[in-house]
């Protein structure tokens, strides 16, 4: 039974927060929704100005349109990034750099920190999910565990995981190239 330490900073839950943002339809489609509304809108007023004449300012309401085709993703991006980022400030402040530590036995996964301890079913693991920084543990009742890879002994860590993984049947999905977009 290796006890293995880990240290959350706000980049860490950041992280977390990006991921789970890129990976909900309903965010994506958000996203989606806001880009395409303000370029057609854009794109809607230039046509009226066309319609009556006024070559000029159509041609400045264009060029504002593909200014919002083109960066509005950008934008977007950072806005929810920032969104996210003072959240977690708000919410999890008293959390970052608090040293903790993580290990396995038979049926529990258990983390321990000087304010709690916490005890979960290995059962109640719904899936893993790997990205070039983090591991994330989803639990089937909705919180995930989060573990940076600057965690001790990163490999004996994802050699008892995996084991647990394919023990269980707990889908692992790994993400080489998986970054915020």
Known sequence: MDKFVIKLGETDF???QLYAASKS???????????ITYTVLWFSFAFLFHLSGQYGIRN?????????LIFLPLRLREHYKKHYLNNIREH???????????????????????YAF??????????INEIPSHIFI????GPVVIIP???????KFKQEL????????????????????
């Open 60 to 68: 400045i309401l264009l060029l504002v349109a593909l200014f919002y």
């Open 25 to 35: 339809e309903r965010i994506k489609k958000k996203r989606r929704l806001s880009w």
């Open 14 to 16: 950041l992280t977390y």
């Open 162 to 181: 995996q084991a647990i993984a394919g023990r269980l049947n707990i889908p692992w999905n790994v993400e080489p190239d998986w970054k915020w977009k």
């Open 92 to 114: 999890y402040k008293n959390r970052f750099g608090v040293e903790s530590e993580i290990w396995f036995d038979n049926n529990f996964l258990f983390e321990s920190d000087p």
């Open 149 to 155: 890879k600057t965690i001790t002994d990163l490999d």
């Open 118 to 127: 916490t005890k979960i079913k290995l059962s109640a693991i719904k899936q």
């Open 138 to 141: 989803k639990l089937k009742y």
